[in-house]
């Protein structure tokens, strides 16, 4: 993750070479919990269209599956 995001950082005109690598680590890591955040936040609200009751539980039970999996590639 952290060679992505430099690239990207790169990419947009960021002085990278500049930051010293804790630096670096440390604004790769906040930028991906933050993204992984804003991935949380789109599948809890849903596409906000009606849904039926047993189709509500199926994906309220996903909707745990899939955020368990995205914190899980904060350890990775």
Same mark, same amino acid.
């Given at each position: 993750?952290n &060679?992505?995001?430099? +690239? $990207? +950082?790169?990419?947009?005109? /960021? ?7 804790? &630096? /670096?680590?440390? /604004?790769?890591?906040?930028? +991906?919990?933050?993204?992984?955040? +804003?991935?949380? @936040?789109?599948?809890?609200?849903g #596409?906000?269209?009606?849904?039926? #009751?047993?189709? $509500?539980?199926? $994906?309220q039970?996903?909707? @745990? ?9 904060? #350890? #990775?």
């Amino acid at each position: 993750m952290n &060679e992505r995001i430099k +690239a $990207l +950082a790169e990419q947009a005109g /960021f002085a990278v070479y500049g930051w010293n690598e804790n &630096e /670096f680590k440390k /604004f790769a890591n906040l930028v +991906a919990a933050h993204e992984r955040e +804003a991935c949380i @936040k789109l599948v809890h609200e849903g #596409t906000g269209e009606p849904v039926q #009751t047993r189709t $509500l539980l199926i $994906l309220q039970k996903d909707r @745990k599956r899939i955020e368990d999996a995205i914190l899980a590639r904060g #350890t #990775t």
